[in-house]
């Protein structure tokens, strides 16, 4: 996550201040699931799915069969539902 957000910086000039808060507080995992939990997209989301970068959300990371096992199947699937909405066919995951 940390990785992920010094990417967002650096690549696209976005300070995910957001994203860095919940991981500073939450860590990397927490802070995933408690914006997979969220209502609505993260600003982060928003900008990235502008730029045509929903590979580089938090979304995207939870349905990456290398971590979602760390997710519950809520969180899966509203990651999915997410990323379809913004035009993205999400991976095959076990959600």
């Given at each position: 996550?940390?990785?992920?957000h010094e990417y967002i910086l650096l690549e696209?000039?976005?300070d995910a201040w957001e994203l860095r808060d919940l991981i500073v507080t939450h860590g990397g995992v927490g802070a995933a699931?408690?914006?997979l939990d969220?209502?609505?997209v993260s600003p982060t989301f928003r900008l990235l799915r502008r730029r045509g970068r929903l590979d580089l959300t938090v979304e995207?990371?939870?349905?990456d069969a290398r971590w979602s096992s760390?997710?519950?199947d809520?969180?899966?699937v509203r990651a999915a539902e997410r990323l379809m909405r913004a035009g993205l066919r999400?991976?095959?995951?076990?959600a």
């Amino acid at each position: 996550m940390r990785r992920r957000h010094e990417y967002i910086l650096l690549e696209l000039d976005h300070d995910a201040w957001e994203l860095r808060d919940l991981i500073v507080t939450h860590g990397g995992v927490g802070a995933a699931r408690r914006l997979l939990d969220s209502r609505s997209v993260s600003p982060t989301f928003r900008l990235l799915r502008r730029r045509g970068r929903l590979d580089l959300t938090v979304e995207s990371l939870a349905l990456d069969a290398r971590w979602s096992s760390l997710f519950s199947d809520g969180q899966l699937v509203r990651a999915a539902e997410r990323l379809m909405r913004a035009g993205l066919r999400p991976p095959n995951t076990a959600a």
